[in-house]
């Protein structure tokens, strides 16, 4: 036998490739950010931003009463909008666990008047509406003593100027495992943080083998803004669409991993209660689609109301894509990158042999594209044929009023 052969890089146990590839079938999640921020309406960065110290944040935290939370209504959301996952902020860079831990307090059932579990709930819900449940865990600590020396942020909390790094790994490495034990079978985890200390050691290596010890399947989606390191399952963007970089903190490299961009829906993660410069359903689609042009999932946040109430700005949009995808999910859903890269007028996505081309900026009739190999039909999406000339110039349907038209290509045999 020859044991000395080296394993691909990119060589998984089959338990997490299977994961990755249902992974890139799935295309849509919903993101959602939700903690004790949220009652101050004012983002999930308001510890920071207003240098509020551990003492005040800790009694903020001691108010937290989502009474009208319903995971039942969150997930049914998550569902009639066509998305197939859902990625929650299990613990935001404040440090209080929305979750019951025994590795600290500071968590929303010990803490809090609410003394429920929000993600048990949440769990139970995806499992019996078909959802897959990601945990978001932030690396990075505005509050735990151990979360030291300080990186970046978190210097306004009031904390002594000490503390036990390998101690503090202990705890995440100790939540961790409690998140991929108590929940049942988990999508993954989505980690951020590590860039506010981008030079310390995070034993990286030993906090993902323990993730896919515990669950061979759970795929580890790092927002860390770098080219993928190993062990790694999915590269993310942030308010980006993949190598594009106008929020200044993406890396342009694209790894061979699954691909996936978050986004707000308006300016905000965490709620804002002033923050109603919300992107146009139109402009959603846009998003989602271009996003899947470029082999790569959108995961499209919600900031729901302290009280567990979701922002009706936000629940109307995620119906009307739903009611697109009722339509065109075909288009979206199962695909990978079309042969034709993206273009200002749209993107191309692909499933065997047929090729979706979403026109979605395009005023003139005639399309020229480039000429794929081989012999093409085109139709409308209604199945009506298209013209389509040797020089693979299209004649487009009207309905120029449409978020997308989708036209389908399919290669003939022989
Ligand atoms: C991070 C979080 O800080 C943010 O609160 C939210 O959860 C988002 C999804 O992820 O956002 C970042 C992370 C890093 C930078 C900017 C935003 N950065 O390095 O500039």
New binding site residues.
């Given amino acids: 036998m020859l044991l000395t052969l080296a394993q691909a890089p990119d060589a998984v146990p089959a338990e997490r490739a299977a994961a990755r590839q249902w992974y890139s079938d799935a295309r849509f999640g919903m993101f959602i950010?939700w903690g004790v921020y949220s009652q101050l309406g004012q983002g999930?960065?308001v510890m920071q931003n207003r240098s509020i110290a551990v003492a005040d944040y800790e009694w903020l935290a001691s108010q937290f009463n989502p009474v009208k939370f319903d995971a039942k209504t969150w997930v049914a959301l998550a569902k009639a909008a066509g998305m197939k996952y859902i990625t929650i902020t299990s613990r935001?860079?404040d440090g209080f666990s929305m979750f019951a831990t025994k590795a600290t307090r500071y968590n929303i059932v010990d803490w809090t008047p609410f003394q429920r579990d929000p993600l048990r709930e949440l769990a139970e819900e995806c499992r019996k509406q078909g959802i897959k449940l990601f945990f978001y865990y932030s690396q990075l600590d505005w509050h735990h003593p151990d979360y030291f020396p300080r990186g970046q942020t978190g210097r306004g909390s009031g904390r002594l100027e000490v503390g036990d790094w390998p101690k503090y790994l202990d705890f995440m490495d100790a939540q961790l495992t409690e998140l991929l034990t108590n929940y049942g079978s988990l999508g993954g985890i989505w980690f951020?943080g590590m860039?506010d200390k981008p030079d310390a050691d995070w034993r990286l290596a030993q906090t993902y083998a323990l993730i896919h010890k515990l669950q061979p399947a759970a795929l580890i989606v790092p927002?860390h803004?770098q080219a993928p390191l190993p062990g790694e399952d999915v590269q993310t963007f942030?308010q980006d669409l993949p190598g594009a970089n106008t929020a200044g903190?993406n890396t342009k490299t694209i790894g061979g991993l699954p691909l996936e961009t978050?986004l707000t829906m308006n300016d905000s993660?965490g709620f804002n209660l002033t923050d109603h410069h919300y992107k146009s359903t139109r402009e959603l689609i846009h998003y989602l689609v271009r996003a899947a042009g470029y082999g790569a999932n959108l995961l499209l946040n919600i900031g729901p109301r302290p009280d567990g109430t979701i922002p009706p700005e936000a629940e109307a949009r995620l119906k009307e894509i739903g009611g697109w995808m009722a339509t065109y999910g075909e288009s979206i859903y199962g695909t990978r990158a079309g042969p034709i890269a993206p273009r200002s007028w749209g993107v191309t996505t692909a499933r065997g042999d047929t090729v979706f081309v979403h026109v979605l900026d395009w005023n003139d009739p005639t399309l020229a594209l480039p000429v794929l190999a081989g012999t093409w039909k085109a139709k409308s999406w209604d199945g009506k044929p298209l013209p389509l000339t040797q020089g693979f110039t299209l004649t487009l349907p009207t309905a120029s009023d449409a978020s997308d038209r989708v036209i389908v290509l399919i290669k003939q045999k022989g």
């Fill in positions: 950010h999930e960065w935001h860079h951020d860039w927002n803004h942030e903190f978050s993660w």
